[in-house]
């Protein structure tokens, strides 16, 4: 596709499930980000990868919280025993390079622990 | 104290009225993005810079770096113009972005 694809565009869970959340980004891009943005406030960065590797997970607000990118392309952010506040919009970003270059965002994927 | 701030936060213009949108950022910084984001939609890059100062349309973005300052300015501001405008930068040696709250434009006919 043209642009980042993120998948589902809206997910509504239950407390204590797992959830998975896709990010196809624009082909050839080998920096993926993944942000979360709460209700009102900025994205805040949670893992950066740079191919295959997650170059910088220091966002991730805890071990529920895990992200992989296992052939450099799509990156699918896993989150175990889902709770209430970890409700917000899930934003992936891709750049053709990790510096100075431009960042494309999908439209991220709002999620609801109810 | 945010790494990077916005001002204002709200704002309510005519249309045709000049707009300027503030950030001040206190960490070193390899560039500065402004992106738009309109409700329930995606983030959309506006601008990159490093220095100086930009125009794509009706759109000019200009920063400092010894003052750590970056305005947006848009002229002859429209309703389609209403969105959320995002300040962000790329501190040295990181590779991820770290965002202002926002400033939510609001451009009445």
């Known amino acids: 596709g043209a642009g980042v694809s993120q998948t589902p565009s809206n997910k509504v869970t239950e407390k204590g499930k797992y959830v998975e959340l896709r990010c196809d980004p624009i082909?050839?891009?080998?920096?993926l980000y993944w942000y979360r943005q709460s209700l009102g406030q900025g994205p805040e960065f949670l893992i950066y990868?740079?191919?295959?590797?997650?170059?910088?997970d220091s966002g991730l607000p805890n071990d529920r919280f895990f992200a992989v990118r296992p052939e450099g392309s799509v990156s699918t952010l896993k989150i175990q025993r889902t709770e209430r506040g970890d409700s917000a919009v899930y934003l992936c970003?891709?750049?053709?390079?990790?510096?100075?270059?431009?960042?494309?965002f999908g439209q991220g994927t709002r999620l609801t622990v109810v | 104290k945010n790494e990077v701030e916005q001002s204002p936060q709200n704002l309510t213009a005519q249309e045709g009225e000049f707009i300027t949108i503030n950030c001040s950022y206190s960490?070193?910084?390899?560039?500065l993005h402004w992106l738009q984001q309109h409700p329930g939609g995606g983030i959309v890059s506006l601008f990159m810079l490093s220095s100086g100062k930009k125009k794509h349309g009706r759109l000019i973005a200009t920063i400092n770096i010894q003052e750590k300052h970056s305005s947006l300015h848009i002229t002859a501001s429209h309703p389609r113009d209403s969105a959320v405008y995002i300040c962000?930068?790329?501190?040295?040696?990181?590779?991820?972005?770290?965002f202002g709250t926002g400033t939510l434009l609001a451009v009445q006919p």
């Open positions: 962000a930068v790329s501190p040295l040696a990181t590779n991820k972005l770290i």
């Open positions: 082909s050839g891009h080998t920096a």
């Open positions: 960490v070193g910084i390899s560039a």
């Open positions: 970003a891709s750049s053709l390079f990790a510096e100075n270059t431009e960042a494309f």
């Open positions: 990868f740079q191919g295959t590797g997650a170059a910088d």
